[in-house]
């Protein structure tokens, strides 16, 4: 079993910038690839990026470039620093763990930016 908890999340202005955590437990040592997905109001989850546990980075289209996903193993935590953010980024920005045998997700975290 994986555990999930996400921080960071709120309320900023177009333009600004915002981190999200999230921090795994439980059986880390088999959990793959981690990865941010949101979801916007009326629409499907979306992946916005992810890292393998080899350090390989994967983005969407529409967060490249303002968008940086970076772990801390130490920590046993996986970051995703949003800069640049607009209206669009609007969302519940939830964590994922893949594991060989199953995914496991997090709470979701609430994000809003406002125009």
């Known amino acids: 079993q994986v555990q999930l908890v996400e921080s960071g999340g709120g309320l900023v202005q177009a333009g600004g910038s915002m981190r999200l955590g999230c921090a795994a437990s439980?059986?880390?040592?088999?959990?793959?690839?981690m990865g941010w997905y949101r979801q916007a109001p009326g629409k499907q989850r979306e992946l916005v990026a992810s890292?393998?546990?080899?350090?390989?980075?994967n983005y969407a289209d529409s967060v490249k470039g303002r968008f940086t996903i970076s772990r801390d193993n130490a920590k046993n935590t996986v970051y995703l620093q949003m800069n640049s953010l607009n209206p669009e980024d609007t969302g519940v920005y939830y964590c994922?763990?893949?594991?060989?045998?199953?995914?496991?997700w997090g709470q979701g975290t609430q994000v809003t930016v406002s125009s």
């Open positions: 439980g059986s880390i040592f088999s959990i793959n690839v």
């Open positions: 890292i393998t546990d080899g350090g390989i980075t």
């Open positions: 994922k763990a893949q594991t060989t045998y199953r995914n496991y």
